[in-house]
């Protein structure tokens, strides 16, 4: 009798320790995503927090191959984990921006760029897509933010802009330093073609 209430003991025990390794798989789960959203938001220059509502299965999809040719990954979180890994990555002010439904647009190169592609997609598909907000580094941006963000010119116009308001000044005050002795100049050779012709 013993022997098998010793035998249903272990078999429980053995169910027990199956029910927990099915339980904690979950968790471990948890703990990976975590751990590669907060590697995510250290390393990407910008996230862009979209509120996918009434987006279809296609739509999605489209977005994703739309913002993947420019770079960009495009990520639906769950917004605990979410918040989690933004406090693992030291992002704490970004936490409130995680509630409602939230896909997140990464992105690694031109901070502009993102908000372009993503202004434009909503735009050009007339989806019901909207922007949340945004963080770079640990400035939180406000929709508004991003959708000014998106109409900034490409990084290589601005610096094209600097340079010529730098190249300005310093054009200015050669000519400004060069036409006194232009004027001289002309004086010199009007005074020979006079004596030549004289």
């Not at 250290?42 to 913002?67: F, K, P, Q, V, W």
Request: proline share 4%; glycine share 8%.
């Amino acid at each position: 009798m013993k022997s098998l209430c010793i035998r249903r003991r272990d078999f429980l025990l053995d169910i027990l320790l199956a029910i927990r390794e099915v339980i904690k798989l979950p968790r471990e789960k948890k703990a990976q995503i975590i751990d590669e959203l907060q590697k995510i938001f250290s390393t990407c220059h910008i996230c862009l927090l979209t509120d996918y509502r009434g987006l279809s299965a296609t739509e999605i999809t489209d977005l994703r191959r739309t913002l993947r040719r420019s770079g960009l990954t495009y990520r639906v979180v769950k917004n605990t984990l979410a918040q989690l890994a933004a406090k693992k990555a030291d992002k704490g002010e970004v936490v409130s921006l995680f509630g409602g439904p939230v896909a997140i647009a990464f992105g690694y190169g031109d901070i502009v760029e993102p908000a372009r592609v993503l202004a434009d997609y909503i735009r050009n598909s007339k989806t019901s897509l909207s922007i949340k907000g945004g963080f770079f580094g640990d400035k939180v941006l406000t929709p508004g933010e991003v959708e000014t963000l998106a109409t900034l010119p490409p990084k290589e116009i601005l610096l094209g802009r600097v340079l010529a308001g730098l190249q300005s000044p310093i054009v200015a005050l050669i000519s400004c330093l060069t036409n006194p002795m232009r004027g001289f100049i002309g004086v010199l050779q009007a005074r020979v073609n006079q004596l030549e012709g004289g």
